[in-house]
Structures are given as structure tokens and as C-alpha cells.
């Protein structure tokens, strides 16, 4: 027997003070001990004005684990009562095993539970999201928690790139989406994680009761876009880190976050948004008319005309200001992202009993997305 599921409690923790667009080498370094000439061209492209880094300044080196900006986000919900599953979501955990999840269980120390980890980018946030609510739907828990979490700073730290090379720069200006490619990516990503608590019953003055929430992957026709641990062959196929020598991983920054910006910009808006959303609205029946709140994850305000101009593609033309996002200011933290801009709506005042939210995610690991359909109840 399914159930209504309500999402009824939210939180985000983000580590240290906000980072501003001049302080962000004083956090991460200068490569090559000199000031990076690539930084402001990424920065006007992607519209972030202030982050969050987990690096402590006093000493240069993290002062949280992933696991612990998990838990602290989980705890700024404040005292959820007994819970029966705890669904944990990131792309960068804080070792290769054990899973993320019952490393967060343990910074929490809360009783026996169920412990989920969900892999992959920017998805794997709303991958925990959805196992929390199926969990909650099916009976099988009475509560769930779902979180998202990035810890990506310390891999972002200079000694872990090489300079940047001029040609690089003069594509830049060209074309700001080659903001992906590796040795930019410390422009666009920091740290952060976010919570939320999903019952069977609505609490307090207001909860957002789940409808649905669709998942998409479009792997069977797209090669890997983003990646880590690993390096693309010849023939396009990634070689992991497992099949390379350990004298090569530093040499060749295996582990570094690498993008094959051709790949995004041909197929990001296509294959996360317009395709599966065209086939939801036929599924679904959704109309413009009936979102008062959409909410995507972006990760660069590059991002923003395309989307708009998919949107109306499909028939779905969401007017601008009924968006809400936080990228300007909480900057891109992953799979973090989705659950600290609902955070900040939530607890805003802004939503209404009545009002329905569409939150859309997409992902360039090899071009998955998800949509989470939810209405607000009093």
C-alpha cells in the first residue's frame, strides 16, 4: 500500500565564512605562485560572487570531512526523532570504502538504521532523495533522511594544477562553457551539504508532500562527459585509476575533475532537459501554469538562456521569475546543491500552501537528470 510522502524538515551547513571572488586564490593558492589569469573570465561567466570552502585558512588544510558536513547539515534540521533510514548522497567521499552513508551514520551516532550511499555527481543527491522517499512511500520507514554532500576543496588546492596555458585562456573568451574543463573547475565548484527529512504525515506550518520524482540516464547513447580517477583513451572509453600505474597518478592528475566541454555543450541541454522533459510533460500532463516554483540546478549562469530557450522548446516556458536558485551565493557544491536551494526557499516564507515546485537536476557525468514534483500543504 503506497502513502503520501511529506517533506517536512530541511537543512544545509556551510563550512567556514563566505569566500569572495578576490579571496578565493588566498583559500586555494596561486598555481605557479602566480595570480591566475583565467579566474575573472570564468567568474563573469558563471555569476557566483561568494562560496564556501571546508579548507581552515590558519592552517591550509580541511577542517571537515564530507561525512561531517553531512551530519552537520542533518543536525541543522534540528531534533528529527527516531529515523529508519538515512539515504546519503555525494561525488566524492572521503575514502573508497566503506559506502558514504554509514560514514555520516557515524558521525551522527544515531541508533541502528538503514544506510544508503548513492555515487556519482551532481545526481547522486537526488538519487538519495528518491531511495529516502520510496523508503517512506512502500511503509517501509516510518522516517527518512536524505542529504547531498560535496567535500571538493582539497583537490582544488594549486599544487594540484599545472599552469594554465594561453591558448586556453583566448578559448575562453570565446567560448566561457570551456570554464568545465579542468584546470578551470577550481572557479566553479566548492563544499557544502544539505538535509532533509521525509515522514508519512505533514509537520509544523508547512510541509511539501512528494508527488513524484523522475530519474533519467542517457548513458546509452552518450560517452563519459565528467570524470575523476580515470583518463579517456583513444577509442573514447575511460582507463581507471585501477589499470593505471601509481607512479602515473600524480604525473598525469588522474584524480583531478576533468569535463569534455565538446561533449557538454552539444548535449547538455538536450539530453538532461529538453528530451526527458518533453517525454514528462507528456507522462505527467505538466503545464507551465501550474509550477509557481521552479527550481534547477545550475551550475554556471551560462546555463540560463539555453534552459530557457529548452524550456519553451517543449512547451513549458516557466516565466523567470518564478525560478529560485542560489548560485550567486552558495556557489555550485554538487550534490549538495538542489537540498541547499530548497533549504533557503523553505525556510524563506516565500511558499505558500498550494504551491507546486518542479526541481530539476541534471548531470554531465554522462548526461543523467532528475525531475522532483512536490506541493506545498499547510
Wanted: charged share 20%.
Amino acid at each position: 500500500m503506497r502513502t503520501d510522502v511529506f517533506l517536512t524538515r530541511t537543512g544545509a551547513f556551510l563550512p567556514f565564512a563566505a569566500v569572495g571572488n578576490d579571496e578565493i586564490e588566498q583559500v586555494l593558492g596561486q598555481v605557479g605562485g602566480k595570480p591566475s589569469r583565467a579566474r575573472r573570465i570564468v567568474l563573469r561567466s558563471n555569476g557566483i560572487t561568494s562560496r564556501h570552502y571546508a579548507i581552515d585558512r590558519s592552517t591550509g588544510r580541511p577542517g571537515f570531512s564530507n561525512a561531517q558536513l553531512a551530519a552537520h547539515a542533518i543536525r541543522a534540521m534540528g531534533d528529527v526523532g527516531a529515523v529508519d533510514c538515512l539515504a546519503a548522497g555525494t561525488s566524492l567521499p572521503d575514502q573508497l570504502l566503506p559506502g558514504h552513508a554509514v560514514m555520516v551514520h557515524g558521525e551522527l551516532g544515531w541508533p541502528r538504521l538503514e544506510a544508503v550511499s548513492m555515487a556519482g555527481v551532481c545526481l547522486a543527491g537526488t538519487a538519495a532523495l528518491k531511495h529516502a522517499w520510496l523508503a517512506v512511500r512502500s511503509g517501509d520507514a516510518r522516517r527518512a533522511v536524505a542529504s547531498g554532500s560535496e567535500l571538493v576543496s582539497p583537490i582544488l588546492l594549486a599544487n594540484h594544477f599545472e599552469p594554465e596555458f594561453e591558448h586556453k585562456l583566448q578559448a575562453l573568451e570565446k567560448h566561457p562553457e570551456i570554464a568545465f574543463e579542468k584546470d578551470f573547475l577550481r572557479w566553479m565548484l566548492s563544499d557544502g551539504a544539505g538535509a532533509v527529512l521525509l515522514e508519512a504525515q505533514p509537520r509544523g506550518p508547512l510541509s511539501l508532500r512528494i508527488e513524484w520524482i523522475e530519474l533519467s540516464s542517457a548513458a546509452n547513447e552518450l560517452p563519459v562527459c565528467m570524470y575523476a580517477g580515470a583518463d579517456k583513451t583513444a577509442d573514447g572509453s575511460l582507463r581507471g585509476w585501477k589499470d593505471t600505474a601509481a607512479a602515473d597518478w600524480g604525473a598525469t592528475s588522474l584524480f583531478s575533475i576533468k569535463q569534455d566541454v565538446r561533449l557538454l555543450n552539444e548535449h547538455i541541454v538536450r539530453a538532461t532537459l529538453t528530451e526527458p522533459l518533453a517525454a514528462l510533460i507528456a507522462k505527467r500532463g505538466l503545464r507551465a501554469g501550474q509550477i509557481d516554483w521552479f527550481l534547477p540546478h545550475l551550475s554556471s549562469n551560462f546555463f540560463v538562456q539555453p534552459m530557457i530557450d529548452g524550456l519553451a522548446a517543449v512547451g513549458l516556458p516557466i516565466p523567470r521569475e518564478r525560478w529560485f536558485g542560489n548560485l550567486e551565493t552558495k556557489g555550485n557544491t554538487g550534490s549538495a546543491s538542489p537540498f541547499i536551494m530548497l533549504d533557503e526557499l523553505f525556510r524563506s516564507g516565500r511558499i505558500r500552501p498550494g504551491h507546486k515546485l518542479l526541481m530539476f537536476v541534471p548531470e554531465s557525468g554522462r548526461f543523467s537528470c532528475g525531475f522532483v514534483f512536490m506541493e506545498a500543504v499547510s
